[in-house]
């Protein structure tokens, strides 16, 4: 079974109502289970304890700094970041940027990569799941570092699409 078939499982179930899905074929067997998320209600203070804690957290005025009028660069950054794409993880492992530890990084920052390009390898349960970018683009930046523990989803890598 393919990653990208393992991808469409996963995306699957996680749309769905579905709590367990168990898939065995030809010796292969997938089984993966959601997690219920418990929110946490606290009750709310009482205004005594609210104002002992205003009062408390008071601090001196800072001098008042007259502001300049800055250019528009951090707004066109902020609207050029939202039009990258992102390669994220496929499932919860350990990210690796290169096949071997002496062997150099399959993309870094600034390389052009097309759909089918591998990008990173994730190591699940002892078996190396070698990611491909599905885009044609530049890679801009590289989200997480060697041997970090990467959760589904998880964005990986920013790319500039062609």
Known sequence: MKVQEIREIIKLVDQSNITEFVYENEGTKIKLKKTETVTAIQ?????DVVQ?????????????????VEPEAPAAAVSERENLHKIT???????YQSPAPDSPAYVKAGDKV?????????????????????ISGEIVEVLVKEG???EYGQPLFLVKPE
Not at 43 to 47: L, V, W
Not at 89 to 95: I, L, N
Not at 114 to 134: G, H, P, Q, R
Request: charged content about 15%; aromatic content about 4%; glycine content about 2%.
């Open 43 to 47: 009750p709310a203070a009482s205004p």
């Open 52 to 68: 002992a804690n205003a009062a408390a957290e008071v601090l001196p005025a800072a001098p008042a700094v007259a502001k300049s």
């Open 89 to 95: 993880s496929p499932m919860v492992g350990t990210f």
């Open 114 to 134: 097309s759909a089918d390009s591998i990008v990173c390898i994730v190591e699940a349960m002892k078996l190396f799941n070698e990611i491909e970018a599905e």
């Open 148 to 150: 970090q523990l990467v």
